[in-house]
């Protein structure tokens, strides 16, 4: 929302019963920047997580934000993490005893590049570590079961003349120690499905 008063774009929160529509409580998250949300994620406790954008004064590029509220939308905490400036995509996870799991990733398409950073946060929103990943541009992250790293995009590759996307993920042990890593190719559906010729010529492309 732009405020009235300064100008400036501000980040609200609704929440609301699911059975009925009723509205539970409302809050505007006061700035003096202008920040916009992407994504609200709940954590086990009943917090909130708000994941957004951080924008300079002329709104020409952006860097992370996160906010966590209590269960009641009041504002705990918040951090501006040192990521990518005008980041492609954001996500975040729950680790273990309340820690955060954050990643942003960019990717330049014409020189076939892309890269994450991953940040592990404490219940506080301190940094913990701090981890950049070659060969992935990722769209999200998940913490499993067994409290491993899940992360998952895409990876540029060359094939021909051509720069595609295929589809990919990997996979971390809590302390980033990467335990396995998969993509899409020819031998997966549709390029297994085309003609040989096609695979070379007319490649596919994927995104996870």
Known sequence: VQSSATGKYHISVYKYHVQDDGQVWYKTLATE????????FAMKDGSLIVLGKLYNESLTAYSS???????????????????????????????????????????????????????????????????????????????????????????????????ISKACYKIYTPDLKEIKTDEMGMFDGPDAYLPSLFISVYPTASDF
């Open 33 to 40: 920047d202008n920040e916009e949300a992407s994504e609200v």
């Open 65 to 163: 934000l996160i906010y966590k509220l209590s269960p009641s939308g009041d504002m705990i905490w918040k951090k501006a993490l040192s990521g990518y400036d005008t980041f492609y995509a954001q996500g975040i996870s729950e680790g273990k005893n309340k820690t955060l799991v954050y990643i942003c990733s960019t990717g330049v398409e014409t020189l076939a590049t892309g890269t994450t950073e991953i940040f592990q946060l404490d219940s506080s929103g301190n940094e913990i570590s701090k981890r950049e990943i070659n060969d992935i541009r990722a769209n999200g992250v998940l913490t499993l079961k067994n409290g491993n790293i899940f992360l998952y995009g895409s990876h540029y590759q060359k094939t021909g003349i051509y720069i």
